[in-house]
């Protein structure tokens, strides 16, 4: 077993038999083995290039430097520096060692080890093992059933044509499944799975996972408490257990249907249906004209088409659901509460519950309709309607209206009325006075400060000590006086502050 250093100059080396030892500093020094002669190594601080009959290559130094193999199983190993290590035939087995490293297997069942280091590791033909170890590594499977092991760092993995085991290992990897059926493994991070072509079955293990779905058969798998997952699906697709959201991908009209989980489902921008199932879910149908159904739960729901149906079929009424929607909507049966967004003027209309409606930053017209409803405008000058029920009305910002076409609205509470800025609007009709007055404030003689009628021209009677406004049909006691609402105390109120309406 020889070690043979031919020192500086062009030096012709022959080994002999046994396990041979060559130290290689110059580019034409030439190795010199016959076959079946021991395994031998070759330790170079310079470009090289295995000759025949020699197995193993180690590089030397720092610098930046290449190593080949040959037809042989051969060993190459890297150095600090940034090193292409190329296996060529033969079962091989390279290591990149410290420094940025690119290591192409060639032909056989090889073996790779990235080392320190950002690592390209390449399978190319063969059943290849490809371990990225520490760095952020990029991975190409090749031909062949492959296994590639991500390790430290975020690394990026693609596996080539055949059926191959993909790891992420630690990090936030990316794992691309191209071809074949494969088997992917995320571990520990916030890792992307792709499927691609073939039937998959994908793990993304503990972290917020991403996974790309292009196969019906591809199967996802995920234990519980292993984060908050997204499925990203181009057909109709239904979560599996433990994966919390759901993407419907292209312009296809499919389906999303979830889980027993908290679910967030989106569409795409053709016409979907998406499912809720158990659970609190938020649906968003996307462009298209959707149908949406939370299923049990407090539902979340968001609108952009008018065009989109929700279907609430559940009854419990401890369960509250909810309507964000950017176009005027009328809220269906089994929906509580409606928010209206964007910036244009919309309406939001409620239902036979107890709504709260919530207004946008433009001009709104909220109706309650029956219940006991909770209406805000927010921004804008908003009309409120509370209609039947005993209501609270918040105009919000802006200068507001709020409207009652008969005594049959009376009750509401208005929680922010500025005299400066708000107007009571009232039914000429529902509340007898006369067809001449549309279109006006209240005649002055029409309104009364104070706990009651003063005479019988009083119809409207604010009482600033505890805020009841009153409607009394004829101001001298024979008919009730009716609480029309309740305002804030001590407003400066005038005839001025009710304008008639229709």
Do not use: C, K, P
Request: avoid cysteine; charged fraction near 20%; hydrophobic fraction near 35%.
């Amino acid at each position: 077993n020889d070690y043979l250093d031919g020192g500086l100059g062009n030096d012709t080396l022959i080994g002999g038999s046994g396990n041979d030892t060559y130290i290689i500093d110059s580019l034409d020094d030439v190795v010199s083995e016959s076959s079946n002669q021991g395994r031998d190594s070759v330790l170079a601080s310079v470009d090289y290039t295995l000759g025949s009959n020699l197995e193993n290559l180690t590089l030397n130094g720092s610098n930046s430097i290449n190593g080949t193999g040959n037809e042989l199983n051969n060993t190459l190993v890297g150095n600090s520096g940034d090193n292409l290590l190329t296996g060529m035939n033969g079962n091989d087995t390279l290591n990149g060692g410290a420094g940025n490293d690119i290591l192409v297997s060639g032909a056989g069942n090889d073996t790779i080890e990235g080392g320190e280091g950002d690592d390209f590791l390449n399978g190319e033909e063969g059943n290849d093992r490809l371990d990225g170890e520490a760095g952020n590594d990029f991975f190409f499977g090749g031909d062949g059933n492959d296994f590639l092991i991500g390790g430290e760092g975020n690394d990026f993995l693609i596996d080539g044509t055949g059926d191959d085991t993909i790891e992420g290992g630690e990090g936030d990897d990316i794992l691309n499944g191209s071809e074949g059926d494969n088997s992917f493994n995320g571990g520990a991070g916030n890792d992307t799975l792709i499927s691609g072509a073939g039937n998959d079955t994908l793990n993304g293990g503990v972290g917020d996972d991403l996974y790309i779905i292009d196969s019906i058969d591809d199967v996802v798998s995920e234990l519980s408490s292993q984060g908050i997952d997204l499925v990203i699906a181009s057909f109709d697709y239904t979560l599996g257990a433990n994966v919390e959201t759901l993407t419907l991908d292209y312009g296809n009209a499919i389906d999303g249907i979830g889980n027993e989980l908290d679910n967030f489902l989106v569409g795409n921008s053709n016409d979907n249906r998406l499912d809720g199932g158990a659970g609190n879910d938020t649906l968003d149908g996307g462009f298209g004209n959707d149908t949406l159904n939370g299923g049990a739960g407090n539902d979340t729901y968001y609108l952009d088409s008018f065009e989109d149906v929700i279907s609430e079929t559940s009854t419990d009424t401890l369960e509250i659901d909810t309507v964000i929607s950017s176009v005027s909507y009328t809220l269906g049966a089994n929906l509580e509460n409606l928010t209206l967004t964007d910036t244009t003027d919309i309406e939001g209309i409620g239902n036979l519950l107890d709504n709260t409606l919530l207004g946008n930053q433009a001009n709104n017209l909220l109706a309650g309709r029956e219940g006991n409803d909770i209406l805000n405008g927010r921004e804008g000058d908003d009309l409120l309607v509370g209609e039947i029920g005993n209501d609270t009305l918040t105009g919000g910002m802006g200068a507001d209206r709020f409207q009652f076409s008969n005594l049959t609205q009376a009750g509401d509470f208005i929680a922010d009325y500025l005299v400066a800025d708000d107007t009571i609007v009232v039914s000429a009709n529902g509340f007898g006075l006369g067809a001449g007055a549309v279109g006006q404030v209240l005649t002055e003689s029409a309104f009364h400060l104070g706990s009651a009628a003063a005479d019988e021209s009083d119809r409207f009677i604010y009482d600033a000590s505890n805020g009841s406004l009153f409607f009394d049909a004829d101001g001298t006691g024979i008919a009730n006086q009716v609480q029309l609402a309740t305002l804030s105390t001590g407003l400066a109120m005038t005839h001025l502050e009710i304008f008639v309406g229709a």
